[in-house]
């Protein structure tokens, strides 16, 4: 650039000349003061930047002939006075137009970021579901008093048997106990021990079916329980699960 030349009057044109480094005096001023308050102009500057970076890996270094220093030395006269304030200058200027072109990318990058970056997804709303009611069964026959209770706890999957001290003991037999849901299928439940308390904690299959209105019986099975999977001898108690 020479000095004697008008200021250009379009942003892009001063764009490029900044992003170049080729600036001084007022044009320079100018540039500065645009990249700091004019965003547009910055991303001209960005831009220009971008365009020209390629360029400089295509130049190869060249060191200038021995008479062009000469000729340099003897024009700014005694290089002993001036040669390191000339090359001070230089490269300050050089510097600043490496830094102001790196902002001004930096500052694109920064726009196009904040514009391109997806929103985080909304954090998923915890939905509380009041926990089921415990059931109550109370398990008799039409001879025979109430013999069990049986209380289910549907959040621990927990079935709690009260066993009446009045239910004989009979070693040649077992006392499985059986769940009856609305489609009439008994699924067993497990062998009853010979204590007056028992806790039984159900599988998710099993636990799905102590519902309110489900039945709950005791059947008299072999040593170990029915071998076909459903009762096989007397049911001596039963009683529907129903709200405590």
Known sequence: MTDDRDIPDAPSDLAAEYALGVL???ELLRAREL??????????????????APMLDEIDAVQ????AWVGIRQRLGDPADHG???QL???VHQWRGVAAAMSALAACLAIVLVTELPRPAPAPVEVHRPAAPPLVAMLGDQNRPMKVVASWDPAARQLVLAVAPDMP???QHSRELWVIPPDG???SLGTMGGGKHMHMRLADTLAQLLQQGATIAISVEPPGGSPTGAPTGPVVASGALARA
């Open 84 to 86: 390191n304030v000339i």
């Open 89 to 91: 200058r230089r490269r």
């Open 35 to 52: 990249a700091r308050t004019d965003p547009e102009f910055r991303q001209q500057v960005a831009c220009w930047s971008g365009r020209l």
């Open 185 to 187: 299928k008994p699924r």
């Open 169 to 171: 003991s009979d070693p």
């Open 24 to 26: 001084t005096g007022d």
């Open 64 to 67: 200038p002939p021995p008479a």
